[in-house]
């Protein structure tokens, strides 16, 4: 009734942004990513009559019901699973992240794709990819997309009951090795506002979202013919304009959601500079103030080093395409 997995975050290439059914995770619009290789949740678990609650430690603080951050994430997602599987014994979950959490770096795409997979082992579920992947969306959205390695869709869907909103390989982290993001980190505080609640809000109130909703088909047609054809430059190009668009709706939600600070604007106008000197690359910014800046191999050196420059990057982080998530022996407890 103990294991252990590992899975990698993810960095969308096109946003997911939006939600059609809360309760089940429905996306209003089909996404894709990158898997990142080396931003990952290690996540152990384990079923058993000794514990008289459930017990969840995250990078090394517990956190218990009751408290916002166990009662919208973990506490559901428990519920979900015994739901599913009927399970009484209590549960001890211990997770740590190597990278800063809720900080716009996608920590609960690792964290339930890690922990929906150790899932799976310690209750024999048997669930093949794909049900994992629809059982990762149960914890959060983005996590249904860290199940794969690669470069990964998740579907929307249309049925009611979510059977059809899953994650399925575009390509695999062998097929394109030199695509390269690198992470700007420019904050490591915790964010204010989660991506749940921001997205919740953008719907509710944004002049700009049916517009979002109209776009993303195309997008997701260039973004995946770029990812099949290996050219950079589409999806290099489509990514940056989608990730603008996403930002155009939040910024008009009420009240407004800006996750920018000035280093985050200070990196993208340097990205647009260097681009205009003849150095292709582009920036995509998730729920957050991190700017991952897409480039090929080739340019990584050139890139950091100018990165390094910039008054308000703390920390440079070069990511290549990474592996999906995976069962490890190695447990955290
Ligand atoms: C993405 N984000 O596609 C987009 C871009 C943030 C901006 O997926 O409510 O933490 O748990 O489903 O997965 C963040 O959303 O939200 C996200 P929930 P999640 O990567």
Redesign the pocket.
């Known amino acids: 009734m103990k294991a252990s997995a590992i899975a990698n975050a993810?960095i969308?290439l096109v946003?997911?942004?939006g939600?059609r059914n809360k309760e089940l995770?429905l996306p209003n619009n089909t996404?894709i990513?990158m898997t990142a290789d080396g931003l990952y949740a290690h996540t152990t678990v384990e079923f058993d009559k000794k514990y008289k609650e459930d017990i969840f430690v995250l990078n090394g603080r517990e956190l218990r019901e009751g408290s916002r951050e166990y009662d919208e994430y973990i506490g559901l997602f428990l519920k979900v699973v015994r739901e599913k599987t009927k399970e009484e014994d209590r549960v001890k979950i211990v997770s740590n992240n190597n990278f800063p959490t809720a900080a716009g770096l996608?920590s609960?795409?690792a964290g339930f794709a890690a922990l929906a997979t150790a899932f799976n082992k310690a209750l024999n579920l048997d669930l093949d990819k794909k049900d994992l992947s629809i059982l990762a969306r149960r914890g959060?959205?983005?996590?249904t997309r860290s199940i794969f390695g690669g470069f990964v869709e998740w579907k929307k869907g249309e049925k009611k009951d979510g059977s059809d909103s899953y994650a399925e390989q575009i390509a695999s982290l062998t097929y394109w090795p030199d695509f390269r993001m690198i992470a700007c980190i420019t904050s490591k505080k915790q964010k204010k506002i989660s991506?749940?609640a921001g997205?919740a809000r953008t719907v509710a109130t944004s002049p700009m979202y049916k517009s979002w909703l109209l776009g993303i088909e195309q997008d997701i047609e260039k973004v995946k013919k770029g990812i099949l054809k290996r050219d950079f430059t589409l999806v290099g190009r489509t990514s940056e304009e989608n990730c603008l668009k996403?930002h155009a709706t939040m910024i008009t939600t009420q009240p407004a959601i800006i996750y920018w600070n000035k280093s985050t604007i200070e990196t993208i106008q340097s990205v647009i500079d260097w681009r205009n000197k003849g150095l292709e690359c582009y920036f995509t910014i998730?729920?957050g103030p991190q700017v991952k800046i897409m480039c090929l191999e080739k340019n990584v050196d050139s890139i950091i080093k100018r990165c390094k420059k910039l008054e308000g990057v703390k920390d440079v982080i070069v990511i290549k395409p990474g592996e999906g998530a995976k069962i490890t022996n190695e447990h955290l407890f």
């Open positions: 993810n969308a946003k997911y942004w939600k995770i996404s990513s996608a609960s795409a959060s959205g983005s996590a991506s749940r997205m996403m998730d729920a």
